[in-house]
């Protein structure tokens, strides 16, 4: 079992900058993937950026070269610094984690953190 809790959001004037942090407890040596996924009113939720055990990251076309998803040594927090917002990021930010059990992958998620980017 893993518990997320974000935080960071809030409400920011386009062109500004916000960091998010999600905090991990629980069974946070057994996580292979922290990742940030987002969902605005009406749209699915979509992958934003995510980091693996060998330090792979990966960014959403829409996000690379704005974002920068980090993590601590010990996997506990996890960051997304967000620069040049637009209003198209305004979402509700979620923080996800994967943890592989028995060949079988398990997904947990934050309750999410909303940003709202005003034009």
């Known amino acids: 079992q893993v518990q997320l809790v974000e935080s960071g959001g809030g409400l920011v004037q386009a062109g500004g900058s916000l960091r998010l942090a999600c905090v991990a407890s629980?069974?946070?040596?057994?996580?292979?993937?922290l990742g940030w996924y987002r969902q605005a009113p009406g749209k699915q939720r979509e992958l934003v950026a995510t980091v693996n055990n060998g330090g792979y990251i990966n960014y959403a076309n829409s996000v690379k070269g704005r974002f920068t998803i980090s993590r601590d040594g010990a996997k506990s927090t996890l960051y997304l610094q967000m620069s040049s917002l637009k209003p198209e990021d305004t979402a509700v930010y979620y923080c996800?984690?994967?943890?592989?059990?028995?060949?079988?992958?398990?997904?947990?998620w934050g309750q999410g953190t909303q940003v709202t980017v005003s034009s």
């Open positions: 996800n984690a994967v943890i592989t059990v028995m060949k079988y992958d398990y997904d947990y």
């Open positions: 629980g069974s946070v040596s057994s996580i292979n993937v």
